[in-house]
């Protein structure tokens, strides 16, 4: 046995600084188009004022259950999805807020859905947690912990069956990583060739237990846990959003050229509790952890000071785009508000298949047994 | 018309379903190169190639999980469970991703997976082996679950299965799978949610699903023979959909039911017939409706106590008697 008398167990470590500006230069980002760099930035500051504005909500009681927010992760999902190409999808889980507005899903569908519209994504029947859109290659947002790492590995299955050169991007977060379909996934994953591309938001809680106190894990990190499945694996600054573009168009690559899974870890955090609910987050983590982050590490303002500094805009057109953002949000939140609830009698629809299809309905029989 | 067993017809079935189907893909453990854990998909790798014929890991959740998301892109892949009762290590993606995908998505998204494989006990495999988890998939809205208790029923399920557009678990038994019977040449399914009468009579009405089914069978020969007792046998083929008519239509002619199943009492399938025949047939029945289960424990190992645990043909005699 080895490492075995290791008193002090690995731990989180932040990585090196981000510097924008150099990483701006690296092969994925380099061919980029100012319009493109731009977008980036509005593309986070719409996640981030989209739910700045649905946390309001939440406070006045306008949703139900959990609401877990992406405040802090941003660049991640931005990132990632700004490399996707026509056959390459994305599923994710429950903190889904951020890739569904970065494949492009609408505000106003997306506040429908956590207000429990008619309007919403998912007519009110999926919630927060359970965002989808295929028409835009996104397979959720899932609830359980982990749940949807084996679809990830099904939605490269059915790309690599059909002969086409996509691959699929399955986000996780640090606390997944100790599930059992997990690791299943990975096996899976790496001893049938998936174009699969398994990305860990590491933002260092799992729910209230940190890294140190939930997953044992080599010295240099999480996803060096690949390694036992021989797999390719990297570890990625989530502060820069140049160094999550380079690290996983690599992984994209390997996927769609060589068709081989990759587990990514990128390192963030979540300046939020676990969901809204979590009052205790501010317990479970200092408070001068929590400032560092936001003053030092936020991926927003690094990208912010970028895109100043490079004079990509000057400070009236920052302004402007928060100002779009926040009216967007504001109107999206008087869109859900005016919109109707489901009828009562829309519980039994979207069930199965069949039942929204009678004309080719081919079973008999009683399938619904409301008495 | 040919005999062919129980066995055989499931694997015509998915030979058939492969041919007409390019998306059809077989997935399961020891499926492919051992010619399965039963023998079900012999010869398949052969005919179709490692492609189509695919033998996962020991990783349940992990391969199931796998082929519902392949079936969200529109693979229809059909996983052999080598038991139902392993189906608990991947009761998630059973449970949660497979019947809750479309809904969550406001319809968006389809999952039509079929999971097939043994659920029955009898064989001296204990506790952990021997799960009719039935009960449990049909309490759960968005899948379908249909238990064939003859080899015209398997091929004809197993195909309208494959066909379907949700995520239908077929329930089969090891013991019955050397069974034989006539199973037609010709292209045929049976529509998920019909009964079938199995065997016609006034007297009383033996409703049953799965290896059930021939216990009733053989208790309405000797209830025939023995007390002249005219059984009406209902095999309902489909637990969800259910053929709600059939059975009603069934208890209103004898006016007399006993339910047979080898679920456990408390909560099993006939739990639910037994509310539906005093809802919608209460004026014609002419004694109380009367249970044939598994007897409420863990399955037994030791021989001769496992058959006594299942529901016997001589029990279901008793239980007529009772009433009639």
């Known amino acids: ?371 | 018309m040919p005999e062919i067993s129980y066995r055989q017809a499931l694997k015509d079935a998915m030979i058939e379903e492969l041919q007409r189907d390019d998306n059809v893909v077989i997935i399961g453990e020891e499926v492919a190169e051992y010619n399965g854990a039963y023998k079900v998909t012999e010869g398949l790798l052969k005919q179709f190639g490692p492609k189509r014929i695919v033998d996962a890991p020991i990783s349940e959740a992990g391969f199931i999980g796998m082929g519902i998301g392949a079936s969200m892109l529109g693979i229809r892949p059909v996983m052999e469970l080598m038991f139902w009762s392993f189906a608990y290590v991947a009761w998630d993606q059973i449970i949660n991703n497979a019947a809750s995908v479309r809904y969550m998505s406001g319809g968006k998204i389809n999952v039509p997976v079929v999971i097939r494989g043994p659920a029955n006990g009898g064989t001296g495999v204990g506790a952990t082996h021997s799960h009719t988890p039935e009960n449990f998939i049909a309490n759960t809205p968005g899948l379908k679950v249909v238990c064939p208790a003859s080899p015209y029923d398997a091929k004809g399920l197993l195909k309208a299965a494959i066909r379907d557009n949700d995520p239908v678990y077929v329930m089969e038994s090891t013991i019955m799978y050397n069974d034989v019977g006539e199973v037609p040449e010709e292209d045929y399914v049976i529509p998920l949610g019909k009964a079938d009468v199995k065997r016609e009579g006034s007297d009383i009405s033996l409703i049953a699903h799965g290896p059930s089914v021939l216990v009733c069978l053989e208790a309405a020969n000797i209830l025939k023979s023995e007390h002249s007792i005219d059984a009406e046998v209902v095999d309902l083929r489909s637990i969800r959909p259910l053929d709600e008519e059939t059975l009603l239509n069934s208890v209103k002619k004898t006016n007399r039911a006993v339910l047979v199943e080898e679920n456990k009492p408390f909560c099993g399938v006939d739990a639910q017939i037994a509310y539906l025949i005093q809802a919608h047939a209460f004026d014609y029945l002419d004694a109380p409706v009367q249970r044939v289960s598994a007897i409420d424990a863990p399955a037994v190992y030791s021989p001769p106590l496992e058959e006594a645990q299942l529901p016997k043909p001589n029990v279901v005699v008793k239980k007529v008697l009772e009433i009639c």
């Open chain 1, 1 to 371: 046995m080895t490492n075995t008398t290791a008193t002090k167990k690995p731990g989180r470590r932040k990585p090196a600084k981000a510097n924008l500006s150099k990483e701006a230069k690296t092969p994925a980002n380099a061919g980029l188009t100012d319009e493109e760099l731009v977008g980036f930035y509005r593309d986070m500051i719409r996640i981030r004022r989209f739910e700045e504005r649905s946390l309001r909500a939440y406070q006045q009681g306008k949703i139900a259950g959990f609401l877990h927010l992406y405040i802090g992760q941003e660049s991640i999902a931005v990132g990632c999805i700004s490399l996707m190409k026509e056959n390459d999808h994305v599923i994710t889980a429950y903190r889904d807020h951020g890739h569904a507005l970065a494949v492009g899903m609408s505000m106003d569908e997306c506040m429908a859905e956590l207000l429990g519209k008619e309007t919403g994504c998912s007519k009110g029947k999926g919630g927060s947690m359970h965002y989808f859109d295929p028409s835009k290659r996104f397979w959720g947002g899932h609830g359980i912990v982990a749940g949807q790492t084996p679809l990830g590995a099904g939605l490269a299955y059915a790309l690599k069956y059909q002969e086409k050169k996509g691959c699929t991007l399955c986000f996780l977060g640090d606390g997944a990583i100790n599930q059992g379909a997990f690791h299943e996934s990975l096996n899976i994953a790496s001893l049938w060739n998936l174009p699969v591309v398994y990305i860990i938001e590491n933002n260092g809680y799992s729910m209230g237990t940190s890294q140190e106190r939930s997953s044992v894990h080599p010295e240099v990190g999480l996803a060096a846990r690949a390694e036992g499945y021989n797999m390719n694996w990297a570890k990625i600054n989530g502060e820069s959003i140049f160094d999550i573009r380079e690290g996983v168009k690599k992984a994209m690559d390997l996927a769609r050229s060589e068709s081989k899974p990759s587990l990514l870890e990128i390192h963030t955090y979540r300046y939020q509790g676990h969901s809204i609910a979590d009052a205790n987050h501010k317990k479970y983590r200092t408070k001068e952890e929590i400032d560092d982050y936001r003053k030092n590490h936020d991926p927003i303002t690094l990208y912010r000071e970028f895109v100043l500094k490079s004079k990509l805009l000057n400070e009236e057109q920052v302004k402007e785009i928060d100002l779009a953002a926040k009216a967007e949000a504001e109107q999206s939140a008087k869109f859900a508000e005016e919109s109707g609830f489901p009828k009562e009698e829309d519980i039994v629809k979207d069930v199965y298949w069949e039942e929204d299809n009678p004309d080719e309905k081919l079973s008999q029989g009683r399938i619904f047994f409301n008495d």
